[in-house]
């Protein structure tokens, strides 16, 4: 155990002095950078001097980091998250919100078929309708995520890359963009690709505008979950169910593998009948004592492209069901 305790301080020493001589280096001399810039002139003609420039002025964010591996769908119990994210406070932010955009929520549940109760939710789940959309600069948090946070680089880097092509399009100074630890941005806090492939100009101002126009927000959320989730329209999210016997082994899905017919194995039954041919998620949530346990559908995938944690598919279920009343 000794040896293996100096080990570890001579690999710990290392790795620290290597982190602290990457950041000594401006983002825009380290050679992934490098190949980076000369991606985006290959494949997207990118000005590679304008590009250069720009990574100058990049930051590494160690807070970026630290939180992205402390998110708390995975730590959290049903329970807690719960009454973090569905509180008294947030339902009468979202009445407020309904009370103004209500018109614009029932024309993209009527164009896309996605109720606008959830809708709502999701934008009041995201970001307080827009009181809470990120301070760090996008191009700070998309650049450490993609060149020094090995886990997850390659998905980072597709969206850095969509960021700056986003940016063109847009006609923004990519500099200035602010957004979530993870690059997310506006209302609905889309990532880079979702914003080039689902924003839609929900007003006809003739510029889709998620940053700042909860209008142009709530079509393209709804777009989003039409086109990439695939909504059923008139379909459930959840259905409750009741458990007996020992806790099982239920398989972490987010989508429909299991026929209703073999939940019985399982000691799960559903709390109103179906079909036994139809395919439903079975879920388990852990709460203050022991576990409550769903049946998740078709659009309960569909949610989960959005964020694949079923606490928060949960909780922008049961918010929506607090929002419904107000439409």
């Known amino acids: ?183 997310a941005m506006g209302f609905g806090q889309f990532m880079p690709d979702s914003y080039r492939n689902y924003a839609v100009d929900f007003d006809f101002d003739g510029k889709r505008d998620i940053l700042n126009n909860p209008v142009d927000a709530i079509g393209s959320v709804a777009n989003f979950l039409n086109k990439k989730g695939k909504w059923e329209p008139n379909t459930k999210v959840v259905l409750k169910a009741t458990h007996s016997g020992e806790r099982p082994k239920l398989k972490s899905s987010f989508k429909p593998y299991m026929k209703v017919s073999d939940l019985k194995s399982f000691g799960i039954t559903p709390v109103e009948k179906l079909q036994n041919q139809l395919r439903v998620i079975p879920i388990e949530l852990e709460i203050e004592k022991g576990y409550e346990y769903w049946l998740g559908l078709k659009n309960y995938q569909a949610i989960s492209r959005y964020n694949r944690s079923k606490l928060y598919i949960m909780a922008v279920y049961e918010f929506s069901e607090s929002l419904a009343e107000f439409f």
Request: aromatic share 10%; no cysteine.
């Open 1 to 183: 155990m000794k040896h293996l305790s100096i080990f570890l301080l001579i690999v710990s020493t290392i790795f620290a002095f290597e982190i602290k001589a990457d950041e000594s280096i401006s983002y825009q001399n380290r050679p992934d950078v490098i190949d980076f810039i000369e991606m985006m002139h290959n494949k997207h003609g990118s000005d590679k001097e304008e590009l250069k420039k720009l990574f100058s002025s990049v930051n590494f964010q160690e807070r970026v980091v630290r939180i992205m591996n402390r998110q708390p769908e995975g730590t959290m119990t049903w329970s807690s998250y719960k009454n973090m994210m569905v509180t008294d406070e947030r339902v009468d932010s979202g009445k407020q919100f309904i009370g103004v955009y209500k018109e614009d929520l029932k024309r993209a549940e009527d164009i896309y078929g996605v109720p606008a109760s959830i809708i709502a939710s999701i934008i009041g789940i995201e970001t307080r309708y827009g009181k809470i959309t990120g301070n760090i600069r996008v191009l700070d948090s998309l650049s450490t995520l993609s060149f020094d946070y090995p886990r997850r680089a390659k998905f980072f880097k597709v969206q850095l890359e969509e960021f700056l092509l986003l940016a063109e399009e847009e006609n923004w100074d990519p500099s200035n963009i602010k957004g979530s630890i993870a690059g």
